[in-house]
């Protein structure tokens, strides 16, 4: 019975390898044909890539051979490069001389008219006007003293004046009330 079943099995197994023979042997077909011509292209391109590097190694002999022979030039390249840039540093030089040379023009244009203006000022003549100023500052701080002097005495001479006058004013008022009281006194006798 065991013979059996493992027969059976053997036989259902044998029945899936043929159908999924028959679904996928196209595919695999496919793809055994996509290898066979990668394998190609393969061997195509390592022969191709022989020859290159053949032709590599040939240019490059070829190249050391001419690298020999354009030391020189290249040496004479990079002094042409560095002669290039000096000269380039030394305009840009020559630009930022210029630019400052003309600043300085500009500020000695300034002090020049400056200097003029200052020279205007005669500073012996401003000497003598000082002193006439001072001069006369000071005969008018002494005028100015003098009438404060002056109002001064004269607000002290009205505040005399004034206690004067306010006790002249109370004088006559007791004059005033003496004689009404008199003439009162005068009326109430002849009554």
């Not at 028959?22 to 394998?39: A, M, P, R």
């Amino acid at each position: 019975m065991s013979d059996r079943l493992a027969l059976n099995k053997l036989e259902k197994l044998i029945e899936i390898e043929t159908q999924l023979r028959e679904e996928y042997q196209q595919q695999l077909d496919t793809k055994d044909t996509s290898i066979n011509q990668l394998s190609q292209e393969k061997t195509a391109l390592e022969a191709k890539m022989g020859e290159l590097e053949k032709t590599i190694t040939t240019q490059l002999t070829t190249i050391t051979e001419l690298s020999g022979k354009s030391q020189d030039v290249q040496a004479l390249e990079q002094r042409n490069r560095e002669l290039h840039n000096r000269s380039e540093n030394m305009k840009e030089e020559v630009a930022t001389v210029k630019s400052r040379l003309k600043t300085l023009q500009k500020d000695l244009a300034e002090e020049r008219t400056e200097l003029a203006e200052l020279k205007k000022y005669d500073p012996q003549r401003l000497r003598k006007n000082l002193d006439t100023s001072k001069r006369k500052l000071v005969e008018k701080t002494e005028a100015a003293n003098k009438l404060q002097k002056s109002l001064s005495e004269a607000r002290s001479e009205k505040a005399q004046l004034e206690q004067k006058v306010n006790g002249l004013e109370a004088q006559l008022e007791e004059v005033t009330a003496q004689q009404d009281d008199q003439t009162q006194d005068g009326a109430q006798a002849a009554a």
